[in-house]
């Protein structure tokens, strides 16, 4: 990770180079890294809501910003954990839908499954769970998504 002192030392290069040498987003005035920072102490301490509003400042400050989509992830993390399965859901469907590149979706969809599982939206919960399989094989999450389905089929469900 950078620092605000090596992102000025990138600027001043660019700037000597002949280029023009703006600073980085974050580290302007607290930055959309600070307050990722800061969002994320809140969440490892278990200060659900404060994390929940602390994320949610982030991403309105800096909706299209490197931090975004980890920051809507863990807003749809914070509601998985506190059982607000609505805002789980629509943290984790606005991730996939809005940062569809972001190394974040397979989680996303996973925990998206997940949160239509809870729900006993048993269709809409194997859907997500089988794109994810079929997406994104070989890693953890296919992985996770197929042991809930053998589990979800176990059940009868």
Do not use: C, H
């Not at 660019?14 to 969440?43: I, K, N, V, W």
């Not at 969809?109 to 859907?127: F, H, I, N, P, W």
């Amino acid at each position: 990770q950078r620092s605000a002192t090596d992102s000025q030392q990138s600027a001043r290069v660019l700037t000597d180079s002949g280029l023009l040498g703006l600073p980085a987003p974050e580290t302007s005035s607290g930055g959309e890294r600070d307050l990722y920072r800061e969002a994320f102490e809140l969440l490892k301490a278990r200060d659900y809501p404060a994390a929940r509003e602390a994320f949610a400042e982030m991403i309105s400050r800096y909706p299209q910003g490197q931090f975004a989509d980890n920051g809507r992830y863990w807003l749809g993390e914070i509601g998985y954990v506190t059982q607000d399965y609505s805002a789980a859901e629509a943290q984790f469907s606005r991730l996939v839908t809005d940062y569809p590149l972001s190394s974040r979706v397979p989680e996303a969809m996973l925990k998206l499954g997940y949160v239509y599982d809870e729900q006993d939206q048993r269709t809409d919960a194997r859907t997500v769970l089988e794109e994810v399989v079929r997406r994104f094989p070989n890693t953890t999450e296919a992985r996770l998504a197929q042991g809930r389905l053998d589990q979800m089929q176990r059940n009868g469900n």
